[in-house]
């Protein structure tokens, strides 16, 4: 049973490499060979279209020399030129090349569950090859999960056309994949900023926040093991198939909390502090479907507490009322994602507060749109205005059907 994983452009490949530094000292996992190939490798493709990012990051970890694709000139944070590519200059081989390295790593797979894919939603790389790159293997690939795990630009001080990717990019992962892992560089900095009280913070430090989050939910627990003890490596199909199974309401964010010293009740109520609760008017937001992994049970006591957590996280979450097991628990013995003696608990959440981010983005692009606003950059590298009216079009349709179901 195994994932294959694609980190795409800076951001993927700079997260994809702080997971995989967490990933390779989980012993579990690389005996269950579910995401380490039998030979060490990682069931991983890197791609970006340009190198300097990717002969970083590939240096010290054991990714498959032709696992690693790059083309020569990066896509200037342009969802177009992302999408449609550069046809004019010859280096347009992107998209086949990288197909070609994930049908080898697919082919090293005794059984394959599902394709991963890591990406930012305003690089132009990130999101447009990303996106393209979705429409494309969901069509080689129908009957396999996959999913996005995607990082949402800053609210301010990025690019103009941060609105436009970002929309552009979440309707056709809409469109394509089974379940989008949503993550606010806002939302992480804020956290860190918090935890270790300092102002300034780095991108590594919030990557390393960002894949502890990742392997919270997609390592190995004992919850899920089989009879004989042994890891499928399903985590992270299993919560596609428990949180995310609907096809219109797909997005899932996660939050984690870790300390050596805490109780369970504790580092829940730490977490839940952390999370957005209510719109702007004072309206709680309300959970579809939660996740919540406790890492680091060394007692093996944790069921013991599950019936209390379970009571307080439905309320900090808000859980709908027509889903009559709307938490699920697993747990596990180790911590891998944390330091020694650590424990942690990540929740994953498919949570009506994603509405908000989506309404700015689409309103934000709408209004830019209507005035014209840098759509010479889209159509100058092949994008129309039907790539434009069909975005808004879903992500218009994902909002109401989220506000249906917390109704
Ligand atoms: N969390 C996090 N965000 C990053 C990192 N690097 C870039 N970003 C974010 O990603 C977005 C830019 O996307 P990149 O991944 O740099 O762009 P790209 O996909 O390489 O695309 P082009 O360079 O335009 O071809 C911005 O929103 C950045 O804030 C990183 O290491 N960590
Ligand atoms: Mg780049």
Redesign the pocket.
């Given at each position: 049973m195994s994932t294959v994983f694609i980190q795409?452009?800076?951001?993927?490949n700079?997260?994809g490499h702080a997971f995989w530094r967490k990933v390779v000292k989980d012993d579990e996992i690389t005996k269950s060979h579910s995401f380490i190939h039998t030979d060490g490798k990682l069931r991983a493709v890197v791609v970006?279209?340009e190198p300097k990012v990717v002969r970083k990051i590939t240096k010290n970890l054991p990714f498959r020399e032709e696992s690693i694709v790059t083309g020569k000139r990066?896509?200037?944070?342009n969802w177009a030129l992302?999408y449609y590519g550069l046809k004019r200059s010859g280096d347009d081989h992107l998209l086949e090349d990288t197909l070609e390295a994930v049908r080898k790593e697919v082919e090293r797979c005794d059984c394959l569950n599902g394709i991963v894919l890591l990406?930012?939603l305003?690089?132009?790389?990130?999101s447009g090859f990303g996106s393209r790159l979705t429409e494309t293997l969901r069509n080689i690939y129908p009957i396999h999960y996959l999913m996005s795990c995607v990082?949402a630009?800053?609210a301010s001080g990025?690019s103009p056309l941060?609105h436009y990717n970002s929309m552009l990019s979440l309707s056709t992962l809409q469109r394509n994949v089974d379940c989008i892992v949503i993550t606010h560089?806002d939302d992480v900095l804020n956290r860190v900023q918090r935890r270790k009280a300092q102002e300034n913070v780095s991108?590594a430090q919030?990557?390393d926040t960002?894949a502890s989050h990742l392997c919270g939910i997609f390592l190995p627990t004992d919850s899920l093991k089989t009879k004989s003890a042994y890891s499928l490596g399903m985590e992270p199909w299993e919560m596609v198939r428990t949180i995310s199974p609907m096809p219109n309401l797909k997005f899932v964010q996660v939050a984690q909390y870790m300390n050596s010293k805490m109780s369970w009740s504790d580092l829940l109520s730490k977490l839940s502090a952390t999370w957005r609760k209510y719109d702007s008017c004072g309206k709680p937001y309300n959970s579809i479907g939660t996740i919540c992994v406790a890492r680091g049970d060394t007692t093996n006591s944790f069921p013991l507490h599950m019936s209390t957590l379970e009571t307080k996280l439905s309320q900090s979450f808000h859980c709908v009322d027509w889903n009559p097991f709307p938490i699920d628990f697993w747990h596990a013995k180790s911590n891998t994602c944390g330091s020694r003696n650590s424990a942690s608990l990540t929740v994953a959440t498919n949570c009506s507060s994603v509405v908000q981010y989506l309404n700015t983005v689409l309103e934000r692009s709408k209004v830019m749109y209507n005035a014209g606003a840098y759509l010479h950059w889209y159509w100058r590298h092949g994008a129309n205005k039907v790539d434009f009216e069909q975005s808004f079009e879903t992500l218009e349709n994902v909002i109401t059907d989220y506000k249906a179901a917390v109704k």
């Open positions: 795409i452009g800076q951001c993927g700079q997260i970006d279209s990066g896509r200037g944070t992302g990406h930012s305003s690089g132009g790389t990130g990082f630009p800053h990025e941060q560089n991108f919030l990557n960002i």
